[in-house]
């Protein structure tokens, strides 16, 4: 819902960065395998009780996946980059809240529905693409993509929005993460309604 009301404040930053990196010879899928390993490395953290660690790597891993696109974009971009950031972000997206289920029995239940929320939403998006892509339609809402990006309700910023209210108030995980799953699957509705309407033969 926010990501592309934001891409025109961050983009100009992240570009120049971008260009730098690739000038030096940096390349896209190494800041998404760095990044990666930096989002798993915070949702181990955070399993072993080490929140603000997890936090702060957690933020390192947006950084990077904002800078990956900008690399892609300085060098040109690629079809294997794509899919190496989009499975990079999904599995970085599960590993939090089973991080804190790990770390809390408590929060075993919570963390599961909102795993399975993002399961939900993670397929619609990739069906929506596949299809929208098969129909030959384009959007450049989120910026220039390796395929078609479809807005929905729960979006990247509004994830990480939650990761970081997780992390401040973990006593409130299992309410925040039943909230952010209800939305999660309000935007697979909505993105259900979409595709009635734009893929109807």
């Not at 079809?79 to 599995?91: E, H, K, N, Q, T």
């Not at 959007?139 to 309700?153: C, D, N, P, Q």
């Not at 401040?168 to 509705?189: E, K, M, N, Q, S």
């Not at 909505?190 to 109807?200: H, K, P, T």
Request: hydrophobic share 55%.
């Amino acid at each position: 819902m926010l990501d592309a009301k934001l891409r025109p404040l961050i983009d100009p930053p992240l570009n120049a960065v971008g260009r730098a990196l690739a000038d030096a010879g940096v390349t896209a899928n190494a800041i998404t395998f760095t990044g990666l390993a930096l989002g798993l490395a915070g949702a181990a953290a955070i399993a072993v009780g080490h929140i603000g660690w997890g936090l702060a790597l957690i933020l390192a891993n947006r950084l990077l996946d904002g800078l990956d696109g900008a690399v892609a974009r300085a060098r040109g971009p690629s079809d294997l980059g794509g899919y190496f950031d989009i499975v990079a972000d999904f599995a970085f997206y599960v590993s939090v809240p089973l991080a804190f289920g790990f770390g809390d029995p408590a929060r075993t239940l919570p963390a599961l529905v909102l795993v399975a929320s993002f399961v939900l939403t993670g397929v619609s998006f990739l069906a929506f693409a596949v299809i929208a892509a098969k129909r030959g339609a384009s959007t450049e809402a989120h910026g220039k993509k390796s395929f078609f990006y479809s807005t929905g309700l729960a979006e990247g910023t509004e994830t990480i929005a939650v990761f970081i209210a997780m992390c401040l108030w973990p006593a409130w995980f299992g309410a925040i993460a039943y909230a952010y799953a209800t939305l999660c699957v309000l935007t697979v509705f909505q993105r259900s309604a979409m595709a009635a309407q734009g893929f109807r033969d």
